[in-house]
């Protein structure tokens, strides 16, 4: 099994700064994507930003220049730099990551963390 466990967030004022972190642990051999995904009150979860092992990066146009997604492959973690926060972006944010159980594994699995919520005041 493996689990994704989420940090950083919390409350700050529009224009504001926040960076969310996600680790994962458990059977791992390697991880292919990973990324975050955000789900306001009352709407469908949306992606945020996702990155490749080899660094290649996709941002939701309503984030770009203003997010940075980042990984590290040694230690299994993606982080989530997040400028200019505006209320809009109030909501839990969940690190998803496609792992990759053993050298004889063909395909990925996805995995999800619990989720952490961010709160952007005005």
């Known amino acids: 099994q493996v689990q994704l466990v989420e940090s950083g967030g919390g409350l700050v004022q529009a224009g504001g700064s926040l960076r969310l972190s996600c680790a994962a642990s458990?059977?791992?051999?390697?991880?292919?994507?990973m990324g975050w995904y955000r789900q306001a009150p009352g709407k469908q979860r949306e992606l945020v930003a996702t990155?490749?092992?080899?660094?290649?990066?996709n941002y939701a146009d309503s984030v770009k220049g203003r997010f940075t997604i980042s990984r590290d492959n040694a230690k299994n973690t993606v982080s989530l730099q997040m400028n200019s926060l505006k209320p809009g972006d109030t909501a839990v944010y969940s690190c998803y990551s496609n792992v990759v159980a053993g050298p004889l594994s063909v395909i990925g699995k996805d995995y999800w963390g619990k989720g952490t919520l961010v709160t952007v005041s005005s």
């Open positions: 990155i490749t092992t080899a660094g290649s990066t």
């Open positions: 458990g059977s791992i051999f390697s991880i292919n994507a």
